[in-house]
Every structure is written in C-alpha cells, then in structure tokens.
C-alpha cells in the first residue's frame, strides 16, 4: 500500500499546472505593478493599451508556461531524480536485498543534502550485509557442527541394529553415540550461552571476590581432566581481589583450562599464575601444548573458527568467542603468545575495580 | 539395598535413569511428578531422591523444600536442564545434596549418589572410618585401634572433612572457611600449620595421607 503511494507521489510530468499558475500569477504581478509605476503618468490612448494589454497577456502567458517548464526540468534533474534513486533503493532493501548501493554522482563534500543522504544510506547497506554474511555463516557453521555428530550417531545406530554383532564392536559403538551426544549438548549449550551473552540479556552483576581463589577452585574442577593426563601444574596464585561478575569470569577460565588441558599432551605441563599491579589483575595460563601460528593466533577468537582441524573433533569452536565476549562486557584484555610446537600462553587482564 | 526416588515427568528419562540405577544395584521407584511422589514416600521412605526442577503442578524446588520440612537428612539431587547460576542458587537454598545439568553423564550420576550414600551414611551415624582410624563426631575425638589421638577441635574438624571427601583436593580458603570464626584474622597459610600437626600426629596410622597438591591445597588419600 504504501509502496504504491510513494510511486504515484514521485511520478509527476514535467508540466504541472500548479507551477504555471503560481508562475503565471508572479509574472502577471511584475508586469501589473510596472504597468501601473510607469504608465499611469503617460497619456497613452485607450486603443493602445488595449492592444497592448492583449500581447502583453499572452506574452505573461508564454513566459509562465516556460519558466514552469524550465522549473520542471529542473526539479526533475535535481530533485526528482535523487529522491527516486534513494526510494528505489530503500524499497529494494526493505524486500531483503542488502546488495543494493546507489550510484554517487559527485563527492560528497561538494553536493547538496541528497549526497549526503546517499552516502550514508550506501554505508548502512554494507553494514547490514556485513551482518547478513555474519548471520549466514553462522547459521551453515552451526548447522554443519549439529550435523556432524548427529550423523554420527545416527550411523552408529543403524549399525548397532545389525544382528550378529560381536560385543566389543556393540560396545564400542554405544560408546561412539554417547559421545556425539555429548558434543551436541556441550554445542548447545555454548550456543545458548553465547547468544545469551551477545544479546545482553545477562546483565553482570558485579561483586568483590578473590581472583586468586576463584581460579584455585577452577583448577580443582578439573582434577581429574589434568591428573589424567599427568600433567604437571606450576602454579603460582596470588590472592588477588577484583570487582567483577564471578559466574561470567568462570566461563573464561574454565575455557581456557580445558583448552590448555586439551591441547597438552601427557606429561606436559601447565602454568597459571595470578599478578597484580595498581591497576590491573593479571591471569596468564600457559601451556607446552601444540601451540598455533600467528594467522591461527589472529582467528581463534572467531566463532567456529578451528585452527588445527584434526583436533575440530574435541570442540566446537565456540569457547574462545564466549571467553572474548566476556572479556569484552567485564571490560577486560586478552591476548595470546603462541609458537608452533611450543605451547601457547594466554594472559588476561582484568580492571580490579569497576 | 539403598532405594532411590527418580521424579523427572518425561518417561523415557525416567526409564533410563532408573534402568541404570538398578543395573548398579540400587533399588529404584520411578515417578512421573512430585505428586505420586509424595504418595510413594508416605508407604516407603527412600534413602536418596533425584529430582527433576521443571515438572508440572509442583515444581522440584517446592517437591524438595516439602521434603527437607518433614526429614533433614535424604540426601536430594536435582537432575536439571537448568544451569544458570540463579536455579542451582534457588535449588541449594531450599536444602539438595547435589546438582546436576541435563543431559547428565549416567556414570557420573552413579558416583556422585555413591558419595550423598556415603556422606549421608557418615552424617546419621557421626562416625568416619577409614581402614584403622575411627572419627567421631559427636565426641570430636579419634581413634587409631582403640585408641585415642589428641586434636584440637579445629585439626578434627580439618580432618574430618579432608576424609568425608577423599581425593577431593580443598584449598586453603575452603577448609578456613567451614570452621574458623569471621573474625579470625590469621591468613590462610594458619591451614599449613595445621596441616603439619596432623601428619605429625598421624604418622602411626597409614591407611591414608594427607597429600599437599602444589598451589593449589590439600587432599586425603587413602590408600
């Protein structure tokens, strides 16, 4: 309905008799008031100025119709033309297509308002299909991280119907299915949570707690993830207090632990150590892990991006996000060392007060 | 043979919960809402209930809260899809044991009732054994084959919770904070001390050790 509105609004002709008669009557004014200025002092006779006044009205008349013409032209050029460009263009994009730019006729420093109005709509177009882009790669990363392990277990299953089966393969197969239920459970509820998280709709509830202690229990949770392993832990902890929402910093050190946990191979070891300074809390967590290179370094912060695509089967790519969208709302730094081979150290630093 | 209540209202969760169980050797009763449940209780007490907090009509935290009124001693474990810090808040408030987040791993389900059993058992009886030593609660005082070792009320109650807990390692702070005083001013190192009174004091027993994980606490092993 309104489309149609705004059609009909924009497609006006270049004659219009409302522009001649409102030239018609500017016109006719001048002539009328120099007439009665100049003429009323002469002696002219009657005869005269009848014909006179007949060629000077049709003379008014012809030099309306071509200034509203000329005018028409002109509006058409400047006014019409920008603004059915821009309607064009608005239209296209409320129906969805974000590729849509409009073309700029000259710099913008140098136009008129319609410029500028173009400018900013083709910048909010590229913004928007930015964000598009976004939404469709995460969309078709999420749907290959559900498919994966559901295609596995459904494989599984079917394999598991077989009749004959011997039962170290039956057992290993209900095995397969629990793990990719797992895998599919921990994606989800990473989804949930980071969606949560981008969404604002946890608001940090800010109280004073012991840094230090917070990241001794964190460690203890996973006890038996590291004892495993065999992992040998250096740990240096100082009893550090920072305001900050404790239950979103878990998420942040749980990640990075079961991260340096995960990438660790057995008998290695791991560092963590909590330092204060006047301003900041300083976690840093290292690891003698596989480490990364810098472009894997400059991405991993990235949803569903995985460096090493042969360990894609232990994550999901979504832990470091929540780690960096936390460190974002609580106002905090982090940044990674990492060498190929090496091991990799990530350091946090955290405002000690709000 | 230890009978569990399973109240969660979707019926194959409840199938499988309960299979499990019984695989384990519990004896298990399955319930479909807090209701039944209570009638279930009211012929047959149970010795630990695992409960669902989402069910229709009445909900785990008031199921739970109805149960802590009349017996304060069941352990309670909420099986949950919940895990937002405010639930498990709400759901420890009210008085459970335990909590767990759906889909929950069944063998860690398993353990974790092994130890509210345990604990359970330790908390009605007031006595811990472990191999030789004897701790009693209610007197405070230990025994190593009959007979007693001297500790002070604060080296019981450390050693007391070390061993209700093997294998868990404690930081300093969370052994501080169960049983001194707010205004103890001394830090958490005091632990240590105490820590090395109780080797000292236990070197003729060696069922267990009290194992210094580094940086981080203590734990109790036994061996």
Known sequence: MSEGFNKRKIGRSLFSLRRYIIFFLLIAFVVTVCFLLFFNFLDIREEDVHNAAILTFGNVLLLSFLGATFDGIRHKYTVEKPVRQILDATQRLTRGDFSVRIEQPRDVRRG???????????????????????????????????KTPLAVMQNYATMLQALDLPEEKRVEYARSIAEGSRRLSELITNILRLNKLENQTIFPDVVRHNLGEQLRECILAVEDLWEAKNLEL????????????????????????????????????????????????????????????????????????????????????????????????????????????????????????? | ????????????????????????????????????????????????????????????????????????EIPILFMTARDDMAAKQRGFRVGIDDYMVKPVDL????????????????????????????????????????????????????????LSYPKKTFTRAQLMDEFWDADSASGPRVVDVYITKLRDKLSACDDFEIVTVHGLGYKAVPK
Not at chain 2, 9 to 30: A, I, M, P, R, W
Request: hydrophobic content about 40%; charged content about 25%.
């Open chain 1, 234 to 354: 250096e740990i240096d902890i100082d009893d550090v207090m920072v305001e900050a929402d404790a239950e979103l910093l878990t998420i942040v050190w749980n990640n990075l632990l079961s991260n340096a946990i995960k990438f660790t191979d057995k008998g290695g070891t791991i560092g963590i150590t909590v330092k204060e300074n006047e301003q900041w809390a300083i976690v840093s967590i290292r690891d003698t892990g596989c480490g990364m290179s810098v472009e894997t370094g400059q991405r991993i912060f990235e949803k569903f991006y995985q460096g090493d695509s042969s360990r894609s089967s232990q994550g999901n790519g979504l832990g470091l996000a929540l780690v960096k969208r936390v460190i974002d709302i609580v106002g905090g730094e982090i940044s990674v060392q990492s060498a190929l081979g090496v091991g990799s150290t990530f350091t946090v630093r955290l405002p000690k007060s709000v």
């Open chain 2, 107 to 162: 063998d860690e389900l398993v353990l974790r009732i092994g130890a509210l059993v345990r604990r359970a058992r330790i908390a009605s009886s007031k006595r811990l054994t472990v191999g030789q030593l004897t701790l009693d609660a209610e007197e405070h005082t230990a025994y190593l084959q009959e007979e007693e070792i001297p500790l002070t009320v604060r080296e019981f109650n450390l050693l007391y919770k070390l």
């Open chain 2, 1 to 72: 043979m230890i009978r569990i209540l399973v109240v969660e209202d979707d019926k194959d969760l409840n199938y499988v919960v309960c299979s499990f169980l019984k695989q384990h050797g519990y004896e298990t009763v399955g319930c479909l809402s807090a209701v039944e449940a209570y009638d279930v209780m009211y012929g047959n007490p149970v010795d630990v209930i695992i409960s669902d907090i989402m069910m229709p009509e009445v909900s785990g935290f008031e199921f739970a809260q109805t149960v802590r009124e009349l017996n304060s």
């Open chain 1, 112 to 146: 008129n308002e319609f410029d500028v109005i173009i400018a900013d709509f083709n910048k909010m177009a590229e913004e928007l299909s930015g964000i598009e882009t976004l939404r469709t790669d995460f969309i078709s990363s999420v749907s290959h991280e559900l």
